[in-house]
Structure formats: C-alpha cells, structure tokens
C-alpha cells in the first residue's frame, strides 16, 4: 500500500492514539463493561435497542459485519430469550428483529455500565477540559465523516471568568490579520471591556458569548449611552464559524434585550470596510445616519453610525 509522505509521517501518531483510547475505555477484553457480551455483541444490542424493528440485513450495514458472523451473534441472542422476531410483510425472506424483554433489560444494564464508565473517565477532568475532550472528540468524527454534522452548531451564553480577556485578545488578533489594525485597536477594545466591567448595569446591559463545540467563536455587548439610547459594540465571529449564522443571532439578541430593557433605539459604530458586519446591520433594520473619514489603528478608514428605532 503507498501512502502520501505527510501521511506516512503521521501514521505512528494514529496508531499510538487508537492503543491509547481502545485501552482507556476497556475495548481491548474480551468481555465488555465487565459482563459477558464482547464489544461487538454489545453494538449489535444497542442497534437492536434503538432502531425500529431492523433487518439482519439492516445490521450488518449499519455496523459493516459479516453477515455470517451477525448471524451467529443473533443465533446465540435467540438461545437466551433476548430476540424475537417476525416476517417482512414486504420481503418473506427478511425479518424484523425486535428485543424481548430479557434483551431490553441486559441492555440497559449494559447502557447504564457504559455511562458510568464515561461518568468516571470525566470526573477527574475541569469544566473546561471536559469541553476540549469532547470537542476534539466531534472534530475528530466531523474530519472522518463529513456527513457528521452538530445537532446544535452553537449556543449563545451570557460570560464566564476568562471570557472578557479572550475578546480583547481575538479581537486584536483577527483584525491585524484581516485588516492590518495594530495594536491601538486592541488597546481601545481593552478600554471599552474595562469600561463596561467597571460600570457594568445589569438591567440595561449586557455581554452575549458564542460558543461551537466547547471553543468561544463569537462575541457582542449591548451598552447603556443613555436612557433612552443603548450601543452594540464589540461584535465579532471568528473566521472558524462564519456562515453559521451566529453574527445574526448575535445582534438579534442585542436588539431584543434593547427593546426589553425599554431603550428606543440602538446606535452602533462601524467601519465601511467591515463588509459582512454591515450587511448584518442592515439585514436587522439598522439605517446609515452618518459617515466620517479618519485615521485609526494605522490606516486610513471611513466611519459609518448606524441606528435603529426600537419602538
């Protein structure tokens, strides 16, 4: 078999993970989760457990096994009261497969092992590393199989200890990269997050963070300027999770919790070059009410205000 020379390389790193992971969670016995069912045997279960009334056929593509040792697995659950089934009405020579109650009951015995087992993988691990754990774990299934798409591709959560300091970091990171800003961005980023800890009010404003999979991938503050006058600032998707809709929801959030909190309108600042920002603003209502050129963060900008009324 030939391999690519940066495959070739990373081989020994794949193999060495598989002995790993297969070690850690007892997939290496003979008999799984300490009873008597090997690994396979309990994959069979829990297909049986959680399709409705499969084929043997079914099976043995779900979980790409020879149908003559599928065969043998399911003999040996008849003998034990575990299977029953009856003929397709569609096709005399199928079956659909059902677990009797005996089977229903190893099973979930079986299920409640396996999530102990998991239960006590994870304990020992922080919030935070438990997070990373299994977002590297989802990455890993998405990279395999592209099909695999998050139920939930993010949530949106007030924030957490840390979480202000990472919006001044990425903030000053994505635009140096994208737009060449230097550091004075990044320092007046750190003024307004100051500013709004310092003089935080939590009736009337507030602090969205996305997250994807356990990372942080977006941000956005509401900010009281007045009364009757609240600001959107800060808003911000990484490069990572753009297309999903999280800007949208962002701002969404935003206009809603203005309205809430009983401003009459919402006013942001912006820059004419923040193409994707703008088109977000506008999609949600905002109207232009004022341009200015200047000289900001190294370059040359056009400032644009944006407001919108609330009532």
């Excluded at 045997?41 to 096994?65: K, N």
């Excluded at 009459?264 to 506008?282: G, V």
Aim: proline share 4%.
């Amino acid at each position: 078999m030939t391999f690519h020379s940066d495959s070739g390389q990373l081989i020994p790193e794949v193999r060495a993970f598989n002995r790993f992971y297969t070690q850690r969670v007892g997939a290496l016995g003979k008999r799984h989760l300490s009873s008597d069912f090997s690994l396979t045997e309990v994959r069979v279960l829990y297909e049986l457990a959680h399709r409705e009334r499969p084929t043997a056929r079914e099976l043995a593509a779900a979980l790409a096994l020879d149908t003559g040792y599928l065969s043998r697995i399911l003999q040996n659950f008849r003998r034990r009261g575990f299977l029953t089934s009856d003929v397709s009405d569609r096709d005399a020579r199928q079956q659909h497969l059902s677990l009797t109650e005996a089977g229903q009951r190893s099973f979930a015995a079986l299920n409640a092992g396996a999530d102990s087992e998991i239960e006590a993988l994870l304990n020992p691990l922080s919030d935070k590393a438990r997070s990373l754990l299994v977002g590297a774990m989802r990455q890993i299934q998405a990279l395999l199989d592209p099909k695999l798409v998050p139920r939930v591709p993010y949530i949106i959560r007030p924030p957490r200890p840390g979480d202000f300091g990472w919006v001044v970091e990425r903030h000053g990171a994505i635009y140096a990269r994208e737009y060449g800003w230097d550091q004075r961005f990044e320092g007046l980023v750190a003024e307004i997050v100051a500013k709004f800890i310092a003089a935080y009010d939590a009736q009337r404003e507030h602090c969205w963070i996305a997250e994807r999979e356990g990372e942080r991938v977006g941000c956005v503050f509401l900010v009281r300027q007045s009364d009757q006058v609240a600001r959107l600032r800060l808003l911000l998707v990484e490069p990572s999770a753009r297309g999903l809709g999280i800007g949208k929801q962002l701002v969404t959030e935003c206009i809603q919790s203005a309205r809430g909190a009983g401003y009459q309108s919402l006013t942001l600042w912006t820059n004419d070059n923040l193409h994707s920002a703008r088109r977000i603003y506008q999609a949600a209502g905002f109207t232009l009410t004022r341009e200015e050129p200047h000289n900001s963060f190294g370059k040359d900008l056009v400032g644009q205000t944006w407001e919108l009324a609330l009532h």
